[in-house]
């Protein structure tokens, strides 16, 4: 039997690819497709089983309580969900007989550069992340770069060795920094989502780089989701945890 998908936010330019890719998937069945202005009952008067959600955060944070509530498991691409969502999150998908799935990344080679991004981690004193997206991109830094920064963070025993200019002309040119990681956010027409992790030492860096050149990328991930997240009980947070599954 086919999984039946709803998919909120399908106007989107995520959740369209998501719509069209669902539809090619003779293993899965479309049966709601709801953006900003459709009401979310219709995943329930649909019957899915699973909904996809690209949306906003603010509109994700309620979409997602919905579909726990109505016992409809909720695989989210969302960026910008704070620590405390997901643990709201996580409390309610203990409580629901449906599962959360979320992951600021759906493509492997970005899965894999956090992996070996957080493999590298110990062996260096500096990082710097560069990240790179499309002008429409809400949130920055992106979540992928957050969660990059994060990961490598949970390898270290020892606090990073930031470097900081003693004289900064132009207020922010070092970017964000999350924990020591010094983050660069660029907004640029013509990009999809790009990303580099250059760590150094003395004498020699170390760059690891991931391009998504189009929104192809993030749907294997995106189906492989909605086919396993039955079998993954409560709130599972990054592809990682399907990739060797
Ligand atoms: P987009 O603006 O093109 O699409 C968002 C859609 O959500 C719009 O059509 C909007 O009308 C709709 N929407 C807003 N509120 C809604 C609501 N309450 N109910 C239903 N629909 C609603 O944005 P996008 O480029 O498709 O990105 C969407 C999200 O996905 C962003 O947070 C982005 O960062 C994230 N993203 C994640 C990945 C990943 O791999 N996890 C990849 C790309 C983008």
């Known amino acids: 039997m086919a999984i039946r998908v ?3 936010g399908a106007a989107g330019r995520m959740g369209s690819t998501v719509c069209a890719a669902v539809e090619g ?11 900003i202005d459709d009401p979310i009952q219709s995943l329930v008067d649909n019957g899915a089983e699973v909904a996809v959600d690209f949306t906003t955060a603010d509109a994700a944070r309620k979409n997602v309580l919905f579909c726990l509530d109505n016992s409809i498991h909720a695989v989210v691409g969302t960026t910008g969900l704070s620590e405390s969502d997901l643990e709201t999150i996580r409390k309610r998908a203990e409580t629901s007989s449906a599962n959360a799935f979320i992951a600021p990344n759906f493509a492997v080679g970005a899965v894999l550069m956090m992996r070996f ?4 981690a110990r062996y260096f004193r500096n990082v710097e992340i560069i990240e790179r997206h499309h002008e429409n991109k809400i949130d920055a830094p992106s979540g992928t770069a957050l969660r990059t920064a994060q990961l490598m963070n949970e390898q270290r025993s020892e606090p990073w060795d930031p470097i900081e200019p003693s004289k900064e002309s132009l207020s922010g ?12 956010s660029i907004r640029v027409p013509g990009s999809v989502a790009h990303q580099e992790v250059i760590l150094g030492s003395a004498g020699e860096t170390l760059t690891i780089r991931h391009d998504s050149l189009d929104r192809s990328s993030f749907m294997p991930g995106v189906l492989l989701a909605v086919k396993k997240i039955g079998e993954l009980e409560g709130l599972t947070v990054g592809l990682d945890a399907l990739l060797d599954a």
Do not use: M, P, Q, T
């Open 6 to 8: 709803g998919v909120l």
């Open 25 to 35: 998937d003779a293993d899965l069945d479309l049966v709601a497709r709801v953006d």
């Open 117 to 120: 991004a957080a493999a590298a």
């Open 173 to 184: 040119s070092r970017g964000g920094e999350e924990g020591g990681v010094h983050i660069h």
